[in-house]
């Protein structure tokens, strides 16, 4: 079949739309220019309700990971004490960060493929003792499971119970859920370009509330180039960057608000719980098991346990016959599960493409053939979302 | 005449190959796959005599002063002495970022538009007392000047009388110039996209010594985006980064590393050694004052400063009349200077343009008609090598 026709369903990255590389690839322009000031203007602006910000929403020219590391460092600083919700393995990883820096962390560890509920939070928080807590750090949508942490309700508990910053991980969600900083009470929420953002990776987002933008200036903790003050002070005084922006990547940036506005952000929200619900009926008519339970399951990602048959072969095998890429289990989910990304520029269609290839792909794994059952069950409820 | 048709001539951005937007514009993939890794393979390989190293080049997703903080934060911590050449904007630059972290920096002040000369720097090392410095770091190319340092007798002064790592920042020249860290001393290299390598900002490369790699191992400065030992491990062992990378600008390098095999990497430093000597010929035949000597003077940006004329003024005819973007001056020669760019995807006949609309901008400032005659000198220096 054709070479160049491969599907990408990682959750991130994730396929790039024909128009965002076409904005991409025009000609290069002077970051230090006006046309610049009117592009990142335009962005940030535009992107407020993707954020559920009244503030600018500033890039960052670097991964997720660094936006994460931008979130602690402009925080938080050694000996401080900072709650990190661990549901997976990109909690961990804000864990480490943290700890990295010197800030004494207390993980609230809970089982991976499930949420943290306000209940949890609400009794670690009462059971610490000692210094008052400065932040708390939370995963929107853990990656490595497919779960979506219920970000308003934790919010509303770290404000009830805490002074502390509520500072979030947004990067395999923003662009595909519902988010107001305010309501939820987030005051720094973080992304990459390269999930639901429907970029190439290379920049990251960083919304902040009243409270985010005072708690970065008066942080200690030794940063350049992650200093969020320099974006901020950069942009309000000259609308430009403290430093070289992806300038490419953020005049795609520019091409995605258009998409989303002409979708309408309501529906790009509502394609995404279809994308999820047509994936997770699907997978279920199959009778793979999904390691979430439907409460918990993030619009997304999916992932899939499928016990009694290798995750690694039925990844493999959709590589080999389908071209179609999915993303293995990260460390302790290593070898157990499969994860399917669905988000972005990802249409039913695309969810059609994955069951297809999965009722194809069972039968070489030994199951008797179910030709067109899943993609059924997906149909039933895309039926009931035309 | 054509909007689209607008010509960029800053010290970088630079204009992008059309063939390099079409390998940025090619399907996604996941970074964490096969294809990825004989991409990233590839990139790392093929840059080795760009950047004079027998190591892999290691490509980090960030801009270049990121690049210039991971110098600094991965060879010197608070408390350190290191001396640092300040000859213009971004040698303060490079020593603002070690300040940050505490690091005590001698700053060598060189006369902004020249070069610092290996005596300069004997001399200032010589009249050094105290603690030893552990790192000398350096300006290979002031983009604020268009100066090149000697940065191969600086070097040799470097190893000569101190054990300290020589680290340089190659941001405006790498891809321009001839360099080879072996024989010119150097233990780290680092350099950014946007300017010789003909890519758009995003990504910044780095490159070691020996030395330089044994350093990163030991330096206690925190930090986590920007440490280097990562990139190093997530590269040897696993062909690999260790966060999510710019995928598309990655690429597009590997395209930009077979234009300069098809073109030769020693035709490729003549190109910009003729560029240099055009646009210096043609500027001095139109009676503008050139900032640097012949001896100091950048194969990739030249500066000129028009006493009797406004360098801004000018900036801004060409840019209103001929959709020509150069840059202004920075700090101490903002509103003296104006600069051109004449690096990576550029040929002399780029050299006629600007000198064309220099001679017709010209006019317009008072000057009798000089149609042609620098572009006639620019001609005679491309008839020699042709």
Chains 1, 2 share one sequence.
């Not at 990142?40 to 600018?56: C, M, N, Q, S, Y």
């Not at 670690?124 to 779960?147: Q, R």
């Not at 995605?256 to 790009?268: P, T």
Request: glycine residues 8%; negative net charge.
């Amino acid at each position: 079949m054709f070479l160049d026709q491969t599907y990408l369903f990682t959750p991130g990255p994730t396929p790039i739309p024909n128009r965002v590389n076409a904005a991409m690839a025009q000609p290069m322009i002077g970051h230090r220019s006006p046309d610049f000031s009117v592009l990142i203007e335009d962005v940030a602006t535009r992107l407020k309700p993707v954020f559920g910000t009244k503030h600018p929403v500033y890039a960052l020219t670097s991964s997720g990971t660094s936006a994460l590391e931008a979130a602690v460092v402009n925080s938080v600083t050694e000996g401080d004490h900072a709650v990190v919700i661990v549901a997976g393995s990109f909690g961990d990883r804000l864990a480490s960060i943290a700890e990295n820096y010197g800030v004494n962390v207390e993980r609230l560890n809970i089982e991976w493929g499930k949420s943290c509920s306000p209940e949890q939070l609400e009794e670690f928080l009462n059971g610490l003792s000692g210094a008052p807590i400065k932040a708390v750090f939370a995963t929107f949508n853990e990656t490595s499971t497919g779960v979506l942490n219920p970000i308003g309700a934790l919010g509303e508990v770290v404000r009830r119970l805490t002074d502390a910053l509520f500072i979030v991980d947004g990067v395999s969600c923003i662009g595909g859920v519902p988010v107001d900083m305010e309501a939820d009470h987030i005051d720094i929420l973080v992304t990459s370009s390269q999930k639901a953002l429907m970029l190439p990776p290379g920049l990251a987002f960083v919304a902040f509330s009243d409270k985010g933008l005072d708690a970065i200036k008066n942080c200690p903790t030794k940063r350049f180039y992650l200093d969020l003050n320099r974006y901020v002070k950069a942009y309000n005084e000259q609308k430009s960057t403290p430093f070289t922006p992806a300038v490419s990547l953020i005049a795609g940036a520019r091409e995605v608000c258009a998409m989303i506005e002409e979708e309408g952000w309501e529906n790009v929200i509502r394609r995404h719980n279809l994308l999820r619900d047509m994936m997770r009926a699907g997978i279920r008519e199959l009778g793979l098991p999904l390691l979430t339970s439907d409460a918990d399951a993030s619009p997304t990602v999916t992932a899939v346990k499928p016990d009694a048959l290798s995750a690694p072969d039925i990844q493999k095998a959709l590589k080999k016959d389908f071209s179609i890429t999915i993303a293995g289990g990260q460390k302790d989910l290593k070898g157990k599960i499969f994860r399917i990304g669905h988000m972005g520029y990802c249409t039913p269609f695309d969810v059609i493409k994955v069951l297809t290839a999965l009722e194809l792909t069972l039968v070489k794994f030994g199951q008797e053939p179910r030709f067109g059952a899943a993609v059924r069950k997906a149909e039933e409820v895309w039926s009931q979302n035309v």
